[in-house]
């Protein structure tokens, strides 16, 4: 159970891959919704919980409000993320381009960048007490954050400048004749011997449109004051036991707790324990399974000891079902977290 006092606005999970990060964040969404109006941003729900939340993919970027049971008093939204459309939310529909158009597609690798437009949209839309953020997997998310300094210098000016220039004049053959003198005509010009001159119109075009929206990007990508903040987020490292990678969880730890000093909790998905205090294995196999099975619990314990954070233990559910496993999720939010004391 997390105190009423150390509740924050923004929610964050993440994890490496296929360790329940979407699984836990939902059952924490469904949790919260019981008696306040919360914001699940979601990523690749399974077909089943897709179809739980009343996800209409054709809906993606927009809102899709989820039928709660007849006990909830709250209210929860359900936003699955899209690239495409977290783009079109700064750059407008009008700007279409071939490269932006890929780099927006679910697997160009815009992921984090969507979701923190999504975070930083929603936030200051304050329709809702809660926002759960569901991240991609892998440390990309954390990494992400701490290069906002670099995307910073990517907008630089004297960098967008030239391409200004060039944006301006895109699909012209004389583009490239114009800088004759400039180190980057010389790479233009190569790139477009062997790209073909579309590509090198697309890519000037590219960076023109984002450069012309770069205050836009600015101001979205300057979350500092949400993220890192523990006035404003909790952080959930979701680790899992059946694919304990404990070096993986350690480092992400230690990454969460260098950018931001306050609340983090470690999340122990697929633990045994409650299932494991009963069971008196009489075979070798079986005992030694029980040893390895208690040596992964302890794995995290540790880690969560080291790094001075909580520790939520939520067990295998051994329905196949995910909606029904999110369902039998959601009172472990009950549960007090293990103090590391
Ligand atoms: N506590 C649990 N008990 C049993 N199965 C679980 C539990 N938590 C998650 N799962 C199952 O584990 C698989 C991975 O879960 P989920 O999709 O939530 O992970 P994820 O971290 O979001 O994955 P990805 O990194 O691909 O986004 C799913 O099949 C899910 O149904
Ligand atoms: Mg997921």
Known sequence: MIPLDKMKRVEIFCGTGGVGKTTISASRALFLAKNKKVLLIT???SKRLKQVLGIDESLSGKLNKVELDAESKGHLDCLLLSPKTSFERLIGTEN??????????PYGGMNEIAAIIELHYWFNKKEHD????????????IDFLEATKKINAFFDKTFADIFIHLGKEKGSKGIIGKLINTGI???LSLLESVTGEN??????????ILYTNREKFIEAI???KILLSSENSNWFLVSSLDQLKSKDADDMLHAINNFRKGDSYLVMNKSWAEHLSNWNPQSHGQQMLKEKLESGEREISDI???NNVLLLKFPEIFSEDPFQQVKELISNWEVPEVTND
């Open 43 to 45: 990523i690749d729900p």
């Open 199 to 208: 590509f090198v119109g697309e890519f000037t075009s590219a960076v023109h």
């Open 96 to 105: 279409k381009n071939n490269i932006i158009e890929t780099l927006s597609k």
């Open 130 to 141: 809660f926002i759960i953020l569901d991240t991609p997997p892998g440390h990309h998310f």
């Open 185 to 187: 005509d010389k790479l």
């Open 304 to 306: 969560s000891k080291q």
């Open 222 to 224: 300057n979350i500092d």
